[in-house]
């Protein structure tokens, strides 16, 4: 079965960046989206941002815009979440999935086909 595999998370002081990066442990279909979610503690899980996979439509929460970048190399079938600005609300633990069908609901998260174990970033003040 297909997991994916997320890192690049710790702590960081208020300000400063991180990069998170997810890939899958074997080979999948031809994926359609990738995207980055969150839970802190005590609050339910949030979208952060999606791509598709083609690179099309980068879509972000408001909460990140202008601060986060995701990306992806589809040599590596690798997404990237570059983290600048980082505040400590950002604290949380990331969360990659990733869908190949169409029917999915990028910021809800139903239809993701696939989900990661999740990376801690924790953002001290």
């Known amino acids: 079965q297909v997991q994916l595999v997320e890192s690049g998370g710790g702590l960081v002081q208020a300000g400063g960046s991180l990069r998170l990066s997810c890939a899958p442990s074997?080979?999948?279909?031809?994926?359609?989206?990738m995207g980055w979610f969150r839970q802190a503690p005590g609050k339910e899980r949030e979208f952060v941002a999606a791509?598709?996979?083609?690179?099309?439509?980068?879509y972000y929460a408001d909460s990140v815009k202008g601060r986060f970048t995701i990306s992806r190399d589809p040599a590596k079938t690798t997404l990237y979440l570059q983290m600048n600005s980082l505040k400590p609300e950002d604290t949380a633990v990331y969360y990659c999935?990733?869908?190949?069908?169409?029917?999915?609901?990028?910021?809800?998260?139903?239809?993701?086909?696939?989900w990661g174990q999740g990376t801690q970033v924790t953002v001290s003040s």
């Open positions: 791509i598709t996979w083609s690179g099309e439509l980068p």
């Open positions: 074997r080979r999948t279909p031809s994926l359609y989206v």
């Open positions: 999935a990733a869908a190949y069908s169409l029917g999915v609901d990028l910021v809800s998260g139903k239809g993701y086909n696939y």
